[in-house]
């Protein structure tokens, strides 16, 4: 049972451009959680999702910022028009239905670098 | 909206000493608290998992305690060792998980 799986390990774009960091969770798992990491800072919630559903975004920035869980494939934060702030690791966590009571398991995350 | 909160920030202690990281949350309506690692550059990998209505878990050199009603959790570190270096993270469930900023460990050997 693969854990999760996050996709770019590394991710470059310049001002402007687009970023696409996906997660695949680990099989069985329905809620998927997105974070922020900053050097020397804690991990910040961005947004939760269940399958084709968006639970809490309330951490997620309202302009640029997108994330989506489909039916089918992996979950996707999408970034536009990145600018330099938004350099940061982002972590992707899933766990299972019954998560209140379940251990939280998290992707090795995608270090992204805005030139 | 529940905050989370570890003291202290950094901690350097000299191998073979036990240690105790804190943890205060405001919210004392949680479903568990769990403990994490982190290695730099890495994910955050769980360590133990205390159920709202345990008051410790253990696994190895490691014990997690949970008062509730105190808003507080600690994690002690027995016989530290060098690869012990790491920040640990806690996180009280709620609805969603809420995470402290962390205490960076160093072990000297």
């Known amino acids: 049972n693969a854990g999760v799986m996050q996709n770019p390990r590394h991710l470059v774009r310049r001002r402007g451009q687009e970023a696409r960091l996906r997660c695949s969770p680990m099989k069985g798992h329905s809620h998927v959680y997105w974070y922020r990491q900053l050097p020397e800072e804690g991990l910040k919630f961005m947004v939760y999702l269940q399958k084709e559903n968006i639970i809490d975004e309330s951490g997620m920035p309202k302009e640029r910022f997108s994330a989506e869980f489909p039916k089918e494939g992996p979950s996707i934060l999408r970034i536009q028009q990145v600018v330099r702030g938004d350099s940061a690791a982002y972590f992707c966590a899933s766990s299972p239905p019954s998560f209140l009571n379940e251990k939280l398991f998290f992707g090795s995350g995608t270090q992204l670098s805005v030139l | 909206k529940q905050e989370v909160t570890q003291i202290p920030a950094a901690l350097s202690v000299p191998e073979g000493e036990n240690l105790v990281l804190n943890c205060s949350f405001t919210?004392?309506?949680?479903?568990?608290l769990q403990w994490f690692r982190q290695d730099p550059g890495k994910g955050l990998t769980s360590l133990l998992l205390i159920q709202s209505s345990q008051r410790e878990q253990t696994s190895g050199r490691l014990n997690a305690s949970l008062d509730k009603s105190s808003g507080r959790s600690t994690l002690y570190i027995a016989a530290s060792q060098p690869g012990d270096s790491a920040t640990y993270l806690c996180?009280?469930?709620?609805?969603?998980?809420?995470f402290g900023t962390g205490t960076s460990l160093t072990v000297i050997p």
């Open positions: 919210d004392s309506a949680i479903y568990n």
């Open positions: 996180a009280a469930t709620g609805n969603q998980f809420y």
